[in-house]
């Protein structure tokens, strides 16, 4: 099993490039041009694979797979005061915490 078995993989469609590109978030530098989907999504595999073989070999640590590392649910964030004051104010509005009023606008909801 490779390192890259358990990472992050996207397909997308690029007008620009007008074909589908296949991108990987632990190599964001790293990306795969293909006419169909598919074979945006295998080629974008392949290539982490053989970059992730040629790190190994060369003695470097390939990155983390994202899926495979332990979130504790935290982290922090620095707002001015202003609007940290205007979130605490509708948090209270709508009878939530502030925890739970971020916590649902980063989610998008």
């Given at each position: 099993m490779?390192?890259a078995?358990h990472?992050?993989?996207?397909v997308?469609?690029?007008?620009?490039?007008e074909?589908?590109?296949?991108?990987?978030?632990?190599?964001?530098?790293?990306?795969w041009?293909?006419?169909?989907?598919?074979?945006?999504?295998?080629?974008?595999?392949?290539a982490?694979?053989?970059i992730?073989?040629e790190?190994?070999?060369?003695?470097e640590?390939p990155?983390?797979?994202?899926?495979?590392?332990h979130?504790?649910g935290?982290?922090q964030?620095?707002?001015?005061e202003?609007?940290?004051?205007?979130?605490?104010?509708r948090?209270?509005?709508?009878?939530?915490?502030?925890?739970?009023?971020?916590?649902?606008?980063?989610?998008?909801?």
């Amino acid at each position: 099993m490779s390192a890259a078995d358990h990472y992050t993989y996207r397909v997308h469609w690029s007008a620009e490039d007008e074909e589908y590109v296949g991108t990987v978030a632990e190599l964001p530098s790293v990306s795969w041009l293909a006419q169909d989907r598919l074979e945006a999504f295998i080629g974008i595999q392949r290539a982490a694979e053989e970059i992730v073989a040629e790190m190994q070999l060369s003695g470097e640590v390939p990155p983390a797979a994202i899926a495979d590392k332990h979130y504790s649910g935290k982290f922090q964030v620095r707002v001015p005061e202003e609007v940290h004051r205007r979130l605490a104010v509708r948090a209270a509005e709508q009878g939530v915490s502030l925890n739970a009023l971020a916590s649902s606008r980063l989610a998008g909801v």
